[in-house]
């Protein structure tokens, strides 16, 4: 066991930005050491096994995706500077997907990796727009979206200069909010232009077996440099002094120290852990309200064998005007999303072991939290048959020998109350605060924040907060002091 | 060191920093930037690269020694012959 009291760097959290942070560190030198409170990696990006069967807690698809030379990228950032091969991610593309709008989806537009997919759809669906599609697109291409100190700059407001049919409008949120915003109704427009990137000028693709793959080379990666980790041991205090984090109090009751502290849990949840000399004047962050409730399915063949096509994402709303906000009841069945990942390019020969559909609704975090145990698997059975219902509207009608139905052999669900007990995110909220914090300063000089509320969303985006911070905060500061 | 080696260690950085990137015609009087997509996350690999493996600190006032291969080379070789001098 590591005995280990003190540390260059001492990182909470062992999520996606929180190990990429600890590979650049140990990488150059630095000792480090992840606790993480769970007894797996992965945060909210991670996967567990019920019943033999793993799935993955969050990943629909990394988004992000661009082709190999392509450059200049996240994705190529991201290989660069945690020193991974582009192969040993082994991701396949999707096939294609759709946002669809209407009682039943009546106007769709398809996207795939290839950006004048949906350049002509826009140009077919919405002839009147497509000139002013165009300059929106131009705009997000001209923006700096990697700038630490970018002035908040409403996208709904920018995205009306140029785009004067709500339908196309609300159109292009919906896929945007839900792959990353912790904000309702609006976003910060650089919010819009790292999302807007991340999923329609690179797109979407996974490895064949998830998001383990991708944890696993960040894992080796970690140990090869040197980095320690302890699982099951998350930090309860953080001990201020003098305006710095002086030492941890782990949840054994054992205290380290370290000269740097990086935090990937989130804001609001950081600064509950701050106790004693806390500076006067920093403002708590607040924590975000939005929150989602996930089926799954299993199935016992792939979903194309019922006529649903090739779709490997959906995004639909049966509603006039697109609301993503924290609703009125348990959960908001008007839109969400539905994911097939047996609808990727895998290899030749390769395949996922059983068919699988997914749908995300929002949901409201409060109900979730506060239902008896009872009560809530008895909610969690009403909602799961009332998502599914919403989301089959805009999936084809299904044909074959065996209904959909009859070819469940499995199924999972989680809710708010899930996200909260294995992340520790308040409210569920997956995105977290409204509230970013580019530069990832906190009260205490020492004590930075990487992660979800960074604000780079995506997993590969988490990767690069963890990475930008870790070069921010400690390697750039220490590499010209010679 | 010869200054040849000097511009060899810093092309075999290069190459594991950004794999991608075709090394294979790299004009030493060009400056790097211009010729390879490096931005300044990279040359702050390079630099403490050069630490870690070779135990040359750069300071923040020298990053611009480090533009093309040829400056590398004229900046670097005498520090690596010091280092060698002193052990």
């Keep these: 066991m590591n005995s280990r009291r003190d540390y260059d760097v001492v990182i909470i959290g062992a999520g996606m930005s929180g190990l990429a942070a600890g590979i650049r560190l140990a990488h150059f030198g630095r000792s480090v050491c992840i606790f993480e409170r769970h007894n797996a990696v992965g945060g909210l990006n991670g996967f567990y096994s019920i019943e033999g069967r793993r799935y993955d807690v969050g990943l629909h698809a990394l988004t992000n995706f661009s082709r190999p030379g392509v450059r200049g990228t996240p994705l190529v950032k991201l290989l660069r500077q945690l020193r991974i091969e582009r192969e040993e991610l082994a991701l396949c593309e999707q096939r294609g997907s759709r946002i669809t709008f209407g009682p039943h989806g009546e106007t769709s537009l398809r996207f795939t990796n290839d950006f004048t997919v949906l350049e002509s759809e826009v140009a077919e669906r919405f002839p009147a727009q497509v000139d002013g599609f165009r300059a929106l697109v131009a705009a997000v291409r001209?923006?700096?979206?990697?700038?630490?100190d970018a002035p908040a700059l409403s996208a709904r407001e920018v995205v009306r200069r140029h785009i004067a049919d709500p339908l196309l409008e609300d159109m292009l949120f919906c896929p945007l909010?839900?792959?990353?915003?912790?904000?309702?109704?609006?976003?910060?427009?650089?919010?819009?232009?790292?999302?807007?990137?991340?999923?329609?000028?690179?797109?979407?693709?996974?490895?064949?077996?998830?998001?383990?793959?991708?944890?696993?080379?960040?894992?080796?990666?970690?140990?090869?440099?040197?980095?320690?980790?302890?699982?099951?041991?998350?930090?309860?205090?953080?001990?201020?002094?003098?305006?710095?984090?002086?030492?941890?109090?782990?949840?054994?009751?054992?205290?380290?120290?370290?000269?740097?502290?990086?935090?990937?849990?989130?804001?609001?949840?950081?600064?509950?852990?701050?106790?004693?000399?806390?500076?006067?004047?920093?403002?708590?962050?607040?924590?975000?309200?939005?929150?989602?409730?996930?089926?799954?399915?299993?199935?016992?063949?792939?979903?194309?064998?019922?006529?649903?096509?090739?779709?490997?994402?959906?995004?639909?709303?049966?509603?006039?005007?697109?609301?993503?906000?924290?609703?009125?009841?348990?959960?908001?069945?008007?839109?969400?999303?539905?994911?097939?990942?047996?609808?990727?390019?895998?290899?030749?020969?390769?395949?996922?072991?059983?068919?699988?559909?997914?749908?995300?609704?929002?949901?409201?975090?409060?109900?979730?939290?506060?239902?008896?145990?009872?009560?809530?698997?008895?909610?969690?059975?009403r909602w799961f048959t009332a998502v599914q219902d919403s989301a089959r509207r805009f999936l084809p009608l299904p044909m074959g020998a065996v209904t959909p139905e009859a070819a469940v052999v499995a199924t999972d669900m989680f809710t708010p109350r899930t996200i909260t007990r294995y992340t520790g995110h308040f409210g569920g909220a997956i995105y977290g605060s409204p509230v970013k914090n580019r530069h990832g300063r906190t009260a205490l000089d020492n004590l930075y924040l990487c992660g979800t509320d960074q604000g780079f969303l995506g997993i590969i985006g988490a990767m690069l907060s963890g990475i930008s911070m870790a070069n921010l905060h400690v390697l750039q500061k220490e590499a010209g002091k010679a | 060191m010869t200054k040849d080696e000097c511009r060899q260690v810093v092309l075999d950085i290069i190459a594991d920093i950004a794999p991608d990137e075709d090394l294979s015609n790299v004009k030493p009087e060009?400056?790097?930037?211009?010729?390879?997509?490096?931005?300044?996350?990279?040359?702050?690999?390079?630099?403490?690269?050069?630490?870690?493996?070779?135990?040359?600190?750069?300071?923040?006032?020298?990053?611009?020694?480090?533009?093309?291969?040829d400056s590398c080379a004229e900046y670097l070789t005498p520090k690596f012959n010091a280092l060698a001098g002193k052990s």
């Design chain 1, 142 to 148: 001209a923006f700096d979206d990697v700038a630490l």
């Design chain 1, 177 to 381: 909010m839900y792959y990353g915003s912790p904000t309702e109704r609006d976003m910060d427009f650089g919010q819009f232009v790292i999302m807007f990137k991340a999923l329609f000028l690179e797109g979407f693709a996974r490895p064949l077996e998830g998001v383990r793959v991708i944890l696993r080379v960040l894992l080796a990666k970690y140990r090869a440099a040197g980095g320690e980790r302890r699982m099951k041991c998350g930090v309860q205090r953080i001990e201020a002094r003098a305006g710095r984090a002086h030492a941890l109090v782990l949840d054994d009751g054992a205290e380290v120290t370290a000269r740097h502290v990086i935090s990937s849990i989130g804001a609001p949840e950081t600064e509950r852990l701050i106790m004693g000399d806390v500076p006067a004047g920093v403002g708590p962050t607040p924590p975000g309200r939005l929150s989602f409730v996930e089926t799954i399915t299993v199935l016992n063949r792939e979903p194309t064998a019922f006529g649903w096509g090739d779709d490997t994402i959906v995004f639909f709303n049966d509603s006039e005007r697109f609301e993503y906000a924290s609703p009125q009841a348990d959960v908001d069945t008007r839109s969400g999303v539905i994911c097939l990942p047996n609808n990727f390019e895998y290899r030749p020969g390769q395949c996922l072991p059983e068919g699988l559909l997914r749908v995300t609704c929002l949901a409201r975090p409060d109900v979730w939290s506060a239902w008896p145990e009872d009560e809530y698997r008895a909610a969690k059975g």
């Design chain 2, 30 to 69: 060009v400056r790097l930037r211009d010729q390879l997509q490096l931005d300044s996350m990279d040359f702050l690999d390079i630099v403490m690269e050069l630490r870690k493996r070779h135990g040359i600190e750069v300071p923040e006032a020298d990053y611009m020694q480090l533009a093309s291969l």
